[in-house]
């Protein structure tokens, strides 16, 4: 008898399930199952928009097979769906969502968690970790991966976080975003292949700048180099007209002027008049102590101020090789004028460009920068996945590595993640591969 109620049972919720599925394709999971098109979070409506009549289908997670033979993969996501940061997490869910359907695997779950919940978000947590989880993609930020690390070290769940920050790798916790340390190091290599010997940095004074202070000294150390000098500056509230004058050591240089026009105006001769009709249109004297600057803000903002107002210092962007980080990798790059001629390094943007457009047909809005790295683990995860419906974390850690829309990388067991980021160069409003 209990067997009979309990079948049927399970024919109504397949049933019901089946109808809501015709409304709705994608399945979502938070605390519940959640079949809805639209997210409600913070007043904040996340729409996530039908990707074709045959989208994923509803999974239900069969619990009495063998979890390592299992047909359905359990994939708990978490991302900022509210707060200040939620269309950073709508365009990474987005992301996730289509890479699922482009791989035709109807054979995952999505267990959604809100990191911008400051309230909810430990002790959503805690409840999904009494389900069967595979793995966990996200968070963004160093500090809530933290916060997952240490409620999840215990449960042996991988987790590849979207962070930059190579400082939080671990076993089993994988860095998925494009390191610092790689930007660096292919930058550097490139330029002093350029033959490029004298550098002034411009940081920001905080532990990100330190990172990056850290990592060229090592570089420098390595090969047996001693041409950098470092600016700092107040990232809460920078001084950009300041800071500039300190880079090009702008007030010695006016005072070497001033010496040098009255030692000319002493003398009496043709030459002196001549050079002195010269130096009287300049602002400083004498050559800058280095022949390229590299400027790794934290946001783009900072970047255009002081590409605006280095120039009026005498560091003039056609005689200075301006060298910067991926955060040039957006198309407000192309309209500062002082940035053209610069190169920075970046993950495969032609290919994120494709990534964008077939992002924008399915959504009908762009995708956050960020949202591609979504697109790849997941869709790796999914095609892995689909052999024999078996996915394991060492399954990632293949020899080869992986490309995905941001180019090559691959992914090791002590949290890893290598990756060849390539250089591009500004000019004339377009972007134009360099290595």
Same mark, same amino acid.
């Given at each position: 008898m209990y067997l009979k109620k309990k079948f049927i049972l399970l024919i109504t919720i397949f049933a019901f399930i089946g109808f809501l599925s015709c409304e709705t394709p994608t399945n979502y999971q938070t605390e519940t199952t959640t079949y809805n098109k639209s997210i409600k979070l913070d007043n904040k409506s996340i729409n996530n928009k039908n990707i074709n009549n045959n989208s994923l289908s509803t999974q239900i997670l069969n619990e009495e097979k063998d979890t390592a033979q299992r047909e359905f993969l359990n994939i708990v996501l978490m991302l900022p769906l509210?707060? %200040?940061?939620? $269309? +950073?997490? %709508?365009? +990474?869910? *987005?992301? /996730? $969502?289509? /890479? /699922?359907?482009?791989?035709?695997?109807?054979?995952?779950?999505? =267990?959604?968690?809100? =990191?911008?919940?400051?309230? $909810? +978000?430990?002790?959503?947590?805690?409840?999904?970790?009494?389900? #069967?989880?595979?793995?966990?993609?996200?968070? @963004?930020?160093? #500090? %809530?991966? !933290? &916060?997952?690390?240490?409620? =999840?070290?215990?449960?042996?769940?991988?987790? @590849?976080?979207?962070? *930059? !920050?190579?400082k939080i790798q671990d076993n089993r916790l994988y860095v998925f975003g494009l390191k610092l340390e790689d930007e660096l190091n292919e930058l550097l290599t490139y330029s002093i292949k350029r033959n490029l010997k004298k550098y002034a940095v411009l940081i920001p004074r905080n532990e990100f700048g330190s990172r990056v202070e850290k990592e060229i000294k090592q570089f420098e150390s390595k090969n047996n180099l001693s041409t950098f000098n470092f600016t700092f500056y107040n990232p809460n509230s920078p001084d950009f007209y300041d800071v500039s004058k300190n880079v090009s050591n702008f007030e010695e240089r006016k005072a070497n002027l001033e010496k040098k026009i009255k030692q000319l105006e002493k003398e009496n001769s043709e030459k002196a008049k001549e050079e002195l009709k010269k130096l009287k249109k300049l602002d400083t004297y004498g050559e800058l102590n280095f022949e390229a600057l590299i400027i790794f803000a934290q946001n783009f $903002?900072?970047?255009? *101020?002081?590409?605006?107002? +280095?120039?009026?210092? #005498? @560091? #003039?962007? %056609?005689?200075? &090789?301006?060298?910067?980080?991926?955060?040039? /990798?957006? !198309?407000?790059?192309?309209?500062?004028?002082?940035?053209d001629n610069g190169y920075f390094a970046s993950l495969d943007i032609d290919n994120r460009r494709k990534f964008e457009d077939m992002y924008l047909e399915v959504f009908n809005s762009k995708p956050h920068s960020l949202a591609a790295l979504s697109y790849d683990i997941v869709g790796l995860i999914s095609n892995l996945h689909q052999d024999k419906n078996n996915f394991t974390i060492e399954k990632l850690h293949n020899s080869n590595g992986f490309i995905g829309i941001n180019g090559w990388f691959k992914m090791t067991s002590n949290g890893n993640v290598s990756r060849q980021p390539k250089i591009y160069k500004i000019k004339n409003q377009k972007f134009s591969l360099l290595n």
């Amino acid at each position: 008898m209990y067997l009979k109620k309990k079948f049927i049972l399970l024919i109504t919720i397949f049933a019901f399930i089946g109808f809501l599925s015709c409304e709705t394709p994608t399945n979502y999971q938070t605390e519940t199952t959640t079949y809805n098109k639209s997210i409600k979070l913070d007043n904040k409506s996340i729409n996530n928009k039908n990707i074709n009549n045959n989208s994923l289908s509803t999974q239900i997670l069969n619990e009495e097979k063998d979890t390592a033979q299992r047909e359905f993969l359990n994939i708990v996501l978490m991302l900022p769906l509210s707060g %200040k940061h939620y $269309q +950073l997490g %709508k365009s +990474l869910l *987005n992301s /996730a $969502q289509l /890479a /699922a359907e482009k791989k035709n695997n109807k054979k995952i779950i999505f =267990t959604i968690i809100d =990191t911008g919940d400051e309230e $909810q +978000l430990l002790s959503r947590l805690y409840n999904v970790l009494e389900d #069967d989880i595979d793995i966990i993609i996200g968070p @963004v930020f160093s #500090d %809530k991966v !933290n &916060q997952v690390r240490e409620v =999840t070290k215990n449960k042996d769940i991988p987790i @590849v976080a979207f962070s *930059n !920050n190579s400082k939080i790798q671990d076993n089993r916790l994988y860095v998925f975003g494009l390191k610092l340390e790689d930007e660096l190091n292919e930058l550097l290599t490139y330029s002093i292949k350029r033959n490029l010997k004298k550098y002034a940095v411009l940081i920001p004074r905080n532990e990100f700048g330190s990172r990056v202070e850290k990592e060229i000294k090592q570089f420098e150390s390595k090969n047996n180099l001693s041409t950098f000098n470092f600016t700092f500056y107040n990232p809460n509230s920078p001084d950009f007209y300041d800071v500039s004058k300190n880079v090009s050591n702008f007030e010695e240089r006016k005072a070497n002027l001033e010496k040098k026009i009255k030692q000319l105006e002493k003398e009496n001769s043709e030459k002196a008049k001549e050079e002195l009709k010269k130096l009287k249109k300049l602002d400083t004297y004498g050559e800058l102590n280095f022949e390229a600057l590299i400027i790794f803000a934290q946001n783009f $903002q900072e970047v255009s *101020n002081f590409s605006s107002i +280095l120039p009026y210092y #005498d @560091v #003039d962007p %056609k005689k200075i &090789q301006y060298i910067g980080s991926s955060l040039w /990798a957006k !198309n407000l790059s192309l309209k500062e004028p002082g940035l053209d001629n610069g190169y920075f390094a970046s993950l495969d943007i032609d290919n994120r460009r494709k990534f964008e457009d077939m992002y924008l047909e399915v959504f009908n809005s762009k995708p956050h920068s960020l949202a591609a790295l979504s697109y790849d683990i997941v869709g790796l995860i999914s095609n892995l996945h689909q052999d024999k419906n078996n996915f394991t974390i060492e399954k990632l850690h293949n020899s080869n590595g992986f490309i995905g829309i941001n180019g090559w990388f691959k992914m090791t067991s002590n949290g890893n993640v290598s990756r060849q980021p390539k250089i591009y160069k500004i000019k004339n409003q377009k972007f134009s591969l360099l290595n």
